[in-house]
């Protein structure tokens, strides 16, 4: 049955309509308005709370969105990517990236196949792996215990790790330096190598297809380097390998028994919970690796089973689709006031966007109302001293997800207090805003002269009205970080479903490495092609020459 077009539904245009008496909304009066606004806009879940109260809307509002994601079929939906129903329409696949975090012993089997039992097979076996790496048992082939594992994939098997290992500072092994190599620039690799000693480098070369050209590239180069220091009979101490794909790994020259696998429901960037994550359950060890699996089944657990109204995720979702539909908001800030947390905006970038950054249906239809936001961030207390300038007084509205952790894994309790100060001061700022009439009070107080007031005072009023949520946990830990990763992960499924967009797929990826495949050709060889627009032909007849 085709899904109706969104503008369609009735929850929709009820939506529709109460938006446009909601245009004038100021959030300082609904807050005013209503002194238990925090107690009722906020929700907690799998160590996570989530303040969605300075946002431009009211119980109405989430009542009009919760019939919305109804009338969606969202529980229907989520349901069915839970039972590992093949969701994925566009390449026939379960979506079951939840299975790789439930417990030992979860019923699950899908086309009789025991998907539990699979999935803990592995890791069984990433445990054993980790344990012998970790404790020195494992040795390089001169006889010297592992120092350096250098990961060697992109996008999902290279920014979730990475991402979480970062995070995790506090938790990695002493002795284990970790890199990550995902660029086909040669300066990436290069800078890893010019660190590293054969003798005491593990490389792990992840990639779910096994095919991706840039990894396929790094993966050879640090094959070339380590044969020429090494040679052959050693490789099987050095080189293990992630994927889905056994026999691209044996033609790579990689025994098997060093290759971890997963399964092709698994989309790469729902994969850090799988074998992906070697490297990460390297730098933290096994048991940290399992809570973090465990934060994220937390929450699975609190999204299959809570009501729309109380559930983290849906509400998440629904306030920003709000935010996307109805105060046409093009992108949202991601700012983490965490430092550890630095590469989380470049991880929900491909979380967020290479999901729903789609215009057609899951039907194939074009969609009738605008999708996914750009996302993007930086650390949140780095972003305020260059660009929450435009956050604050920019033309456009871009709502913030600030997120945070009540209390830090250092002793400077200072810089703490500092850092909280910062947090909550900006989300009230954005709230609040200050009106002509206080900037002017206050320069009145500072003694200036009429003139020079009124000169000043445009450019020293903020708007406000500027939507944000905060995300505080406890502490950041292997089991909150879980939790928070999957927040996001139901985030984005739920406004997948709501545009009907197939959220795990990501054909728009494909044009661009089919034509570098072509170009790579005609860098290479002769004549200089004359076949793709002046542009191409110019910039590329520019490189030949400066070759
Ligand atoms: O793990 P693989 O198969 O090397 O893919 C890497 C990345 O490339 C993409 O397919 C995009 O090209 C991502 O979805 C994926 O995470």
């Known amino acids: 049955m085709r899904t109706p077009s969104l503008t369609s539904t009735a929850s929709f245009q009820a939506l529709e309509n109460h938006a446009a008496q909601a245009e004038d909304w100021e959030m300082r009066s609904l807050f005013a308005a209503d002194p238990q606004r925090f107690e009722k806009l906020?929700?907690?879940?799998?160590?996570?709370?989530?303040?969605?109260?300075?946002?431009?809307?009211?119980?109405?509002?989430?009542?009009?969105?919760?019939?919305?994601?109804?009338?969606?079929?969202?529980?229907?939906?989520?349901?069915?990517?839970?039972?590992?129903?093949?969701?994925?329409?566009?390449e026939n696949r379960a979506v079951l990236h939840t299975a790789l975090r439930a417990p030992r012993g979860a019923k699950l089997v899908v086309d009789g196949q025991d998907v539990n039992a699979d999935v803990h097979a592995v890791l069984d076996r990433i445990r054993t792996f980790t344990d012998a790496v970790r404790s020195g048992e494992w040795l390089g082939h001169t006889?010297?215990?592992?120092?350096?594992?250098?990961?060697?994939?992109?996008g999902g098997s290279d920014l979730g790790p990475k991402m979480v290992v970062l995070a995790l500072r506090h938790y990695t092994h002493p002795r284990l330096k970790m890199h990550f190599v995902s660029n086909v620039d040669g300066h990436d690799m290069d800078a890893a190598l010019s660190q590293v000693d054969p003798e005491t480098t593990l490389f792990i070369v992840a990639s779910k297809t096994f095919t991706t050209a840039e990894t396929m590239m790094n993966a050879q180069t640090a094959r070339s380097w380590f044969l020429e220091r090494a040679g052959e009979e050693a490789l099987a101490k050095h080189f293990v390998a992630v994927s889905t794909n056994t026999e691209a790994i044996k033609a790579f020259g990689i025994d098997p028994?060093?290759?971890?696998?997963?399964?092709?429901?698994?989309?790469?960037?729902?994969?850090?919970?799988?074998?992906i994550g070697l490297s990460v359950a390297l730098a933290v060890g096994f048991g940290y690796f399992s809570d973090f699996l465990a934060g994220a089944h937390a929450l699975d657990e609190h999204f299959r089973t809570a009501p729309i109204e109380q559930n983290m995720p849906m509400l998440l979702a629904l306030v920003g689709f709000w935010n996307r539909e109805f105060l046409d908001a093009h992108s949202v800030t991601i700012a983490p006031y965490h430092q550890d947390l630095?590469?989380?905006?470049?991880?929900?970038?491909?979380?967020?966007?290479?999901?729903?950054?789609?215009?057609?249906?899951?039907?194939?239809?074009?969609?009738?109302?605008?999708?996914?936001?750009?996302?993007?961030?930086?650390?949140?207390?780095?972003?305020?001293?260059a660009y929450f300038q435009l956050l604050h007084q920019g033309t456009d509205l871009t709502p913030i997800d600030f997120i945070a952790a009540l209390r830090p894994a250092h002793e400077m309790e200072h810089h703490h207090t500092a850092l909280l100060?910062?947090?909550?001061?900006?989300?009230?700022?954005?709230?609040?805003?200050?009106?002509?009439?206080?900037?002017?009070?206050?320069?009145?107080?500072?003694?200036?002269?009429?003139?020079?007031?009124?000169?000043?005072?445009?450019?020293?009023?903020?708007?406000?009205?500027?939507?944000?949520?905060?995300?505080?946990?406890?502490?950041?830990?292997p089991s909150t970080l879980g939790a928070l990763i999957?927040?996001?992960?139901?985030?984005?499924?739920?406004?997948?479903?709501?545009?009907?967009?197939?959220?795990?797929?990501?054909?728009?990826?494909?044009?661009?490495?089919?034509?570098?495949k072509k170009i790579e050709a005609e860098l290479l060889g002769e004549p200089q092609p004359a076949n793709h627009d002046s542009s191409t032909n110019g910039l590329i007849a520019r490189a030949k020459a400066a070759f």
């Open 42 to 90: 906020s929700v907690e879940a799998a160590g996570l709370f989530l303040d969605y109260s300075k946002n431009r809307l009211d119980g109405r509002t989430l009542e009009l969105l919760a019939e919305l994601a109804r009338e969606r079929g969202v529980e229907a939906r989520r349901d069915a990517m839970f039972a590992g129903e093949r969701i994925n329409n566009t």
């Open 143 to 154: 006889g010297k215990p592992i120092t350096d594992i250098v990961n060697i994939g992109i």
């Open 257 to 275: 028994a060093n290759m971890f696998p997963f399964w092709d429901w698994v989309g790469g960037r729902y994969s850090v919970w799988s074998a």
């Open 342 to 385: 630095n590469r989380f905006p470049a991880y929900l970038q491909q979380l967020d966007m290479e999901s729903n950054g789609k215009c057609v249906t899951r039907e194939g239809e074009p969609v009738d109302t605008p999708t996914c936001p750009a996302i993007w961030g930086e650390p949140g207390t780095n972003g305020q001293h």
């Open 421 to 477: 100060a910062n947090c909550f001061a900006q989300s009230e700022a954005f709230m609040k805003g200050k009106t002509i009439d206080e900037v002017r009070a206050d320069l009145q107080a500072q003694g200036l002269p009429a003139d020079e007031i009124e000169r000043l005072a445009p450019h020293k009023t903020f708007p406000g009205n500027r939507p944000s949520n905060t995300i505080l946990m406890e502490r950041l830990t």
């Open 486 to 516: 999957a927040l996001y992960e139901h985030k984005t499924f739920v406004q997948g479903v709501i545009w009907n967009v197939n959220s795990f797929d990501q054909w728009g990826v494909e044009l661009g490495k089919v034509l570098a």
